[in-house]
C-alpha cells in the first residue's frame, strides 16, 4: 500500500514515542520522511533502518523552539527531496507537574516555548513551501487535554489547548490554498513521555500504570501506532474535504 506516495513529510519530534511510529508509517506508505528531532543519535538509527528497508527517510537536527534551526531543516528537506507537502507538529515536553501556585515563570515558559511556539514556527516556514508545492497537510498533535483538563501539569495542558485552536485558524486562514490543517487528541499513548511523567507522580511505576490504563473506558492505554494510522489518514489524500477537525484518538478517555 502506497497511500502517501509523492508526499514529503515532516515529522519533528520524530526519534521516539509517537513521531517514531508515525515516520515508520508514513515511510512504509511512501512517504519520503525527515525526522526533526534532538535526539540525534535514536533519529539517525531510524532513518537508517528505513533506509536499510528501501525506505526514504532522513534525520537533522532541529530544536524547534528555535526559529533559525526550524526553517533551516525544512529548507535542507526541500533540497533533498524537492519538495514539503506534509508537516507533524509532534514535538513536544509535558514539563513540571507542580500545581499552578508552586510553577516559575521559567518553567512555564519552557513548556510553551516548545509546545506552542515550536508548532507556531514550524508551520510559519512551512506554509511558503507548502504554497510553493500547490498543496500541503499539517498535522498537530494536541492531545485530549486539549479538550478537557486534568488536575495536573497547567502549562502542558494550556499548551494543548492552544494547540487546538491554533489549527483551527490556521484551517481556515490556508484552505483556498489547498493547505490542511487538523489536530490529533491522543489519549495516553505508552512512550517515552508518559513513563516520565508517570515517574514525577511518586507513586510505584506498574501501580501508576495500571491507574492511567483504568481512565480509559477500553482498560488500557494506546500504542504509538494507533495514533500513526490516524497521521497518516489525514497526511493523505483520502482526508482531503478535512481541515480545522479533531481527530480524538483516545480509547473512549473523553467521551464520558
Ligand atoms: P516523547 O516520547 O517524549 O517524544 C517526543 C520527542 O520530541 C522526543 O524525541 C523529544 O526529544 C523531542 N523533542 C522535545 N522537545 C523538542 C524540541 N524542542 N525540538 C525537537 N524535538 C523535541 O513524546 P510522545 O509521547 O511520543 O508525544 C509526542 C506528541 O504527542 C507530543 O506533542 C505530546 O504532547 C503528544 N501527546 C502524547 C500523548 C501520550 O500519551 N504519549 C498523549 C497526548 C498527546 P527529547 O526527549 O530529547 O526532549
Known amino acids: 500500500m502506497e497511500r502517501l506516495k509523492g508526499k514529503v ?13 508515525t515516520v515508520t508509517r508514513m515511510a512504509e506508505q511512501g512517504a519520503a520522511v525527515a525526522i526533526l528531532d534532538c535526539k540525534d ?3 539517525q538509527e531510524l532513518a537508517q533502518s528505513l533506509t536499510e528497508r528501501g525506505l526514504i527517510a532522513a534525520y537533522w537536527h532541529c530544536d524547534v523552539s528555535n526559529e533559525k534551526q526550524v526553517s533551516e531543516a525544512l529548507d535542507k528537506v526541500v533540497e533533498t527531496y524537492g519538495s514539503l507537502t506534509v508537516l507533524v507538529n509532534n514535538a513536544g515536553i509535558s514539563g513540571t507537574n507542580k500545581p499552578t501556585h508552586e510553577l516559575t515563570e521559567e518553567e512555564w ?13 514550524c508551520t510559519k516556514h512551512a506554509i511558503p513551501l507548502m504554497k510553493k508545492a500547490g498543496a500541503g497537510s499539517i498535522i498537530n498533535l494536541s492531545s485530549i487535554y486539549g479538550l478537557v483538563g486534568a488536575p495536573d501539569t497547567p502549562s502542558y495542558h ?13 484551517a481556515m486562514l490556508y484552505a483556498t490554498e489547498n493547505i490542511r490543517v487538523n489536530s490529533v487528541h491522543p489519549g495516553f499513548i505508552w512512550t517515552p513521555m508518559v513513563e516520565g511523567h ?4 511518586g507513586q510505584d511505576l506498574e501501580a501508576a500504570k495500571q ?8 482498560g ?23 481541515t480545522g477537525s479533531e481527530l480524538v484518538i483516545d480509547g473512549g478517555y473523553t467521551a464520558r
Open 198 to 201: 508517570l515517574k514525577t507522580t
Open 41 to 43: 543519535q535514536e533519529g
Open 9 to 21: 513529510a515532516a515529522v519533528t519530534g520524530g526519534s521516539v514515542g509517537i513521531g517514531a511510529a
Open 158 to 170: 494550556a499548551s494543548k489547548g492552544a494547540v487546538r485552536l491554533m489549527s483551527k485558524t490556521d
Open 109 to 121: 515558559d519552557r513548556v510553551q516555548n516548545v509546545n506552542v511556539k515550536g508548532v507556531f514556527f
Open 211 to 218: 491507574a492511567t490504563a483504568e481512565l480509559h473506558p477500553v
Open 220 to 242: 488500557h492505554m494506546g500504542e504509538p501506532d494507533d495514533i500513526a494510522w490516524g497521521i497518516v489518514y489525514l497526511a493523505s489524500d483520502e482526508s482531503k474535504f478535512v
